[in-house]
């Protein structure tokens, strides 16, 4: 009788975990029934956002549903990728963030708690933009080349400017003297704006930057572009090299891509992976990444997650190499 009970039990909540599961699925097929959140972690108007607002409204387009661009500032994109970790993992709560979210600043500020492996579950990879080393024309380096050597003919005298610490052209600007074998002096800036400002002003020399920051500075020579960081050279600079080909594989780019907390379910994510690679490969889209200076990207979730560890761990590197200070 007992045995027989005990039976009657497990057939009992083998039914109701199977009516759960069903039910979860077909919660999940129909996926999304309400608006999605979109969290940026920097202000409006910045690369993050701009990125955001282009591929959200796209997507809202496709789900069905609005995809809502959020801004969250603070610790270089940390407090709100910390609201996106804490979501519910149901898919409702998304973050746009870059590698200086998922991979930098983590490792530069310590009152917030984010491993972007273990707190996030990537979507997709949505694109990515080289940056430009650039410098005043009355400096006398007109290569790269030349600009090695003048650092290692004069170790700690040439100022680089960047728009503060953490960012990614002061992350590439670190990379750049460590491959080099070289030594500059970083001049950090409260925003890559003011940054420019000094470089065309002459108050600082060169600075790597971001390309759609200075385009228009390069096209009418106030500015001189001598590398881009790309492994390509850019369509918008074809006759300016890499600085892979000067210094073999270096490569930095400011790439962005679509995250979601950790432990969302997996058809979620391939559906929200769907909608932001058919919203990356509208022409509409494409056109306007490329005004930006911006190549779309697409990749599958897993890709993604690949993509931000082996990120961490290049960043990570650099971080310990060029004993750059937390912050706080």
């Known amino acids: ?26 919660q999940n097929a129909a996926f999304p029934t309400r608006p999605i959140r979109m969290i940026v972690g920097f202000a409006a108007g910045g690369g993050t956002d701009v990125v955001a607002r282009i591929v959200a409204q796209k997507m809202s387009e496709i789900l069905g549903q609005s995809v809502v661009v ?39 500020y310590h009152k917030v708690s984010i491993d972007a492996s273990r707190d996030f579950a990537g979507v997709a990879l949505t694109g990515a933009s080289p940056l430009v080393l650039v410098v005043n024309p009355s400096f006398a380096a007109h290569t790269l080349a030349d600009v090695i050597a003048m650092a290692k003919a004069n170790p700690r005298k040439i ?13 590439t600007a670190e990379l750049f003297q460590f491959v080099a074998g070289i030594k500059m002096v970083h001049v950090a800036y409260r925003g890559e ?27 009418s020579g106030t500015l001189r572009a001598l590398a881009v960081t790309g492994p390509e050279r850019s369509p918008m600079l074809p006759d300016v090299p890499t600085v892979g080909e000067t210094l073999a594989g270096f490569a930095s780019e400011t790439w962005f891509g679509i995250g979601a907390p950790a432990r969302t379910p997996r058809d979620i994510l ?16 494409k056109s306007r990444f ?10 599958s979730p897993e890709e993604l997650d690949a ?4 990120e961490i761990t290049k960043w990570s590197k650099v971080i310990k190499d060029a004993n750059i200070q937390s912050q706080d």
């Open 1 to 26: 009788m007992i045995a027989m009970r005990s039976l009657r039990s497990t057939l009992v909540l083998a039914l109701a975990l199977g009516i759960a599961g069903v039910a979860a699925h077909s």
């Open 70 to 108: 959020e801004n969250r500032t603070g610790a270089s994109g940390l407090i709100g990728a910390e609201d996106v970790a804490k979501a519910t993992p149901d898919g409702y709560t998304l973050m746009m963030g870059s590698q200086t979210t998922y991979a930098v600043a983590p490792f530069l």
């Open 159 to 171: 100022n680089f400017g960047t728009g503060g610490v953490g960012t990614t052209p002061h992350m």
């Open 193 to 219: 704006a003011p940054a420019i400002g000094d470089l065309l002003g002459g108050q600082i020399p060169l600075m790597f930057a971001n390309l759609s920051a200075v385009m228009g500075n390069i096209k």
């Open 270 to 285: 391939l559906k929200l992976n769907a909608a932001a690679r058919q919203a990356l490969a509208t022409p509409d889209t």
């Open 290 to 299: 490329a005004d930006l200076g911006m190549t779309t990207g697409t990749s």
């Open 307 to 310: 993509y931000i560890k082996a």
